[in-house]
Structure formats: structure tokens, C-alpha cells
């Protein structure tokens, strides 16, 4: 497999709202990292080490790795024997002071952290600045169930779910953060309200990958109006699962700025927030919005805000 990021610029773009030649002072690099990870913790960082340089090497300022990235375990509970405090640990460091010795942000798609449950986990995103500080810390509120065929898996038997919604501001734009299967409801976009970058880091199977991955992706860039920054877990792994790989950059067009397809590497793309902003103005459908989430269903039981009281409004506001 080439480690070399699949360039993909020459898409086609709604040239009335976006020149690709123009620049701006706001223009900046971005870059997910792409791995096939294994039990091997120690092993997982050095293969993150090098693929972070790489992408420090093409400008890079805001830089994602997967879901699970230092640690896919040969057992479920691998990851919990695995966990560290918040603070403390090799993950973290190692994650700290990459970013500060490169002098970037990193996002480590997730770390598994010490849960309120000893035999659990929180899978948690974690973003560090440019001096290698904590910036803000995402736990996976959605968890992946699926039972097909030969396939089995069920993230709660190891996984303390998040409650709350996270974004930061930062020097890129403001994110919203998510994980993987998080991907799939779309409630919890539409309450990160106006965000510039979405982040989805991930180990989507093969399975449902191939079937829904890219769509998913470029919906949620869509109708948010956002960059979608989606780094991926893709190959084949030491514990006999295969995850689908084809990380990727979408802008808010729903354009395929860069993808890699499988195995170790990176996508990098440059992304623009006055085109955010163009976009916006001229399609502004986030302010079209009639329909919001309610705190409880106050019409028919059966009626349409039954269905959005459903929607699990304590996860709504965005913990700043």
C-alpha cells in the first residue's frame, strides 16, 4: 500500500461561489492520518509519529488521527486494560508533545480514558494545541452495535458512553467533534449549531463502510455547510477485523478534497473559512431551520414532536 496521500484537488466546484486559485490569510492545511493499528500500543505511536511528519511535511496545521489509533486489541477488553487517567499516561504524552514539538494541533481520534465502570472505558477524542496543551476533550456518545452474518460487535459491554456535545474554537475555525458512529445521527450536528469543521474520526467496518461511508460523510458535510476532517482506520487487522479505510477531506459543497482508499497514510487538503462563509450567505439554509429539538413531546403521542423529544435533548447545548 502507497503511504503517499491520494491527492484529489481538481474535483469539480461550484465556480461562482469558490475559486480554488484564490488565496486568503484565513487559508489553512489540514491532514487526517490513516493506519491499520494493532495490539501493540508501544508500535501504534511510532506508526503515528511517522505519519503525523509526513503531514507536517505537506504544511499541515490541524492534524486527526483514527478512532483507536493506539490500540486495536486482539480482545474487546484490551483497551480497557489499556486506559489512562485524563493527564496522565503514554498516550497522552505522546499525543502532547508531538503536537508541541511540531508546533501543530493534533487530535487523537480516540484515547481509551478511565470510565466511572472499572470495566469500561471512555472513548474519548482529545485535542491538543500547538504548545501541547489540552484543548478540549470529546467521549463517544453513540455506541456500535451490529450483528450480522459472522460479524458481532457491541461497544457497550467495554464503552461508558459520553452525555455531552463538544465544540472549540480554535485558530481554524470553530469544530465540532464526534466519533465513527456518531456519523449516523445527525441530531447531534444540528446541535453543535454554527460549526466550520466537523471532525469524524473513525474505524468503520468493511461492512457498513463500504455500504455507507462516503455518503454519510459528505451528508453531514452538506447540510451542515462544514468541512468534514474524517481520518480512518483501513486494512486489515492483527484480531482478524477489517476496517474500510477511505479517510478523507470534504468541503462544504460536498466536494472530495482528498482521500486515501486503504492502508497507512494521509489526506491533506487546504481549507478556506471565507468559503464557509460565502456558501452561507448564498445558500443559508442553516437559518431556515423550523424544526428544532424539544425537551418533551407536548402533541400527539405519535405526532412529529414525539418523534424529536426522542431525540435526547440533554445532549443538545454545546459544552464550551
Same mark, same amino acid.
Given at each position: 500500500?502507497?503511504?503517499?496521500?491520494?491527492?484529489?484537488?481538481?474535483?469539480?466546484?461550484?465556480?461562482?461561489?469558490?475559486?480554488?486559485?484564490?488565496?486568503?490569510?484565513?487559508?489553512?492545511?489540514?491532514?487526517?492520518?490513516?493506519?491499520?493499528?494493532?495490539? $501493540? @500500543?508501544? *508500535? $501504534?505511536?511510532?506508526?503515528?509519529?511517522?505519519?503525523?511528519?509526513?503531514? @507536517?511535511?505537506?504544511?499541515? =496545521?490541524?492534524?486527526?488521527?483514527?478512532?483507536?489509533?493506539?490500540?486495536?486489541?486482539?480482545?474487546?477488553?484490551?483497551?480497557?486494560?489499556?486506559?489512562?487517567?485524563? %493527564?496522565?499516561?503514554?498516550?497522552?504524552?505522546?499525543?502532547?508533545?508531538?503536537? =508541541?514539538?511540531?508546533?501543530?494541533?493534533?487530535?487523537?481520534?480516540?484515547?481509551?480514558?478511565?470510565?466511572?465502570? #472499572?470495566? =469500561?472505558?471512555?472513548?474519548?477524542?482529545?485535542?491538543?494545541?500547538?504548545?501541547?496543551?489540552?484543548? #478540549?476533550?470529546?467521549?463517544?456518545?453513540?455506541?456500535?452495535?451490529?450483528?450480522?452474518?459472522?460479524?458481532?460487535?457491541?461497544?457497550?459491554?467495554?464503552?461508558?458512553?459520553?452525555?455531552?456535545?463538544? +465544540?472549540?474554537?480554535?485558530?481554524?475555525?470553530?469544530?465540532?467533534?464526534?466519533?465513527?458512529?456518531?456519523?449516523?445521527?445527525?441530531?447531534?450536528?444540528?446541535?453543535? =449549531?454554527? +460549526?466550520?469543521?466537523?471532525? @469524524?474520526?473513525?474505524?468503520?467496518?468493511?461492512?457498513?463502510?463500504?455500504?455507507?461511508?462516503?455518503?454519510?460523510?459528505?451528508?453531514?458535510?452538506?447540510?451542515?455547510?462544514?468541512?468534514?476532517? !474524517?481520518?480512518?482506520?483501513?486494512?486489515?487487522?492483527?484480531? %482478524?477485523?477489517?476496517?474500510?479505510?477511505?479517510?478523507?477531506?470534504?468541503?462544504?459543497?460536498?466536494? +472530495?478534497?482528498?482521500?486515501?482508499?486503504?492502508?497507512?497514510?494521509?489526506? +491533506?487538503?487546504?481549507?478556506?473559512?471565507?468559503?464557509?462563509?460565502?456558501?452561507? *450567505?448564498?445558500?443559508?439554509?442553516?437559518?431556515?431551520?423550523?424544526?428544532?429539538?424539544?425537551?418533551?413531546?407536548? !402533541?400527539?403521542?405519535?405526532?412529529?414532536?414525539?418523534?424529536?423529544? %426522542? *431525540?435526547?435533548? #440533554?445532549?443538545?447545548?454545546?459544552?464550551?
Amino acid at each position: 500500500m502507497s503511504s503517499k496521500p491520494a491527492f484529489s484537488f481538481g474535483r469539480a466546484r461550484p465556480h461562482t461561489l469558490h475559486d480554488a486559485s484564490a488565496q486568503s490569510a484565513a487559508v489553512v492545511r489540514i491532514a487526517g492520518v490513516q493506519m491499520a493499528s494493532g495490539p $501493540n @500500543v508501544a *508500535a $501504534n505511536l511510532n506508526e503515528a509519529r511517522r505519519l503525523i511528519g509526513m503531514a @507536517v511535511g505537506h504544511g499541515a =496545521k490541524l492534524i486527526a488521527l483514527p478512532e483507536y489509533f493506539a490500540i486495536m486489541g486482539m480482545q474487546d477488553h484490551d483497551k480497557v486494560n489499556a486506559r489512562e487517567q485524563e %493527564g496522565e499516561g503514554p498516550i497522552q504524552e505522546f499525543l502532547s508533545e508531538t503536537a =508541541k514539538q511540531y508546533k501543530v494541533w493534533i487530535v487523537g481520534g480516540s484515547v481509551p480514558l478511565v470510565a466511572s465502570d #472499572a470495566n =469500561k472505558v471512555r472513548n474519548s477524542s482529545l485535542v491538543y494545541d500547538d504548545s501541547g496543551k489540552l484543548a #478540549a476533550r470529546y467521549d463517544k456518545i453513540h455506541l456500535f452495535g451490529f450483528d450480522m452474518g459472522k460479524e458481532h460487535y457491541s461497544e457497550e459491554r467495554t464503552i461508558e458512553p459520553g452525555r455531552h456535545v463538544k +465544540v472549540l474554537d480554535s485558530p481554524f475555525g470553530r469544530i465540532g467533534l464526534s466519533i465513527c458512529y456518531d456519523l449516523r445521527f445527525p441530531e447531534l450536528y444540528r446541535a453543535m =449549531k454554527d +460549526v466550520d469543521i466537523i471532525l @469524524v474520526p473513525s474505524a468503520f467496518t468493511e461492512t457498513t463502510g463500504k455500504a455507507h461511508w462516503e455518503t454519510l460523510i459528505r451528508a453531514r458535510a452538506i447540510e451542515n455547510l462544514a468541512y468534514v476532517l !474524517a481520518p480512518a482506520q483501513g486494512g486489515y487487522h492483527l484480531n %482478524g477485523r477489517e476496517t474500510h479505510g477511505d479517510s478523507m477531506i470534504v468541503d462544504p459543497w460536498g466536494v +472530495v478534497l482528498d482521500r486515501l482508499a486503504r492502508g497507512s497514510g494521509v489526506v +491533506v487538503a487546504s481549507i478556506n473559512p471565507e468559503y464557509v462563509q460565502r456558501l452561507r *450567505a448564498s445558500l443559508p439554509a442553516l437559518k431556515h431551520r423550523t424544526l428544532d429539538c424539544v425537551e418533551q413531546a407536548d !402533541a400527539e403521542p405519535h405526532g412529529a414532536a414525539a418523534m424529536l423529544g %426522542g *431525540a435526547r435533548c #440533554a445532549t443538545r447545548a454545546a459544552d464550551e
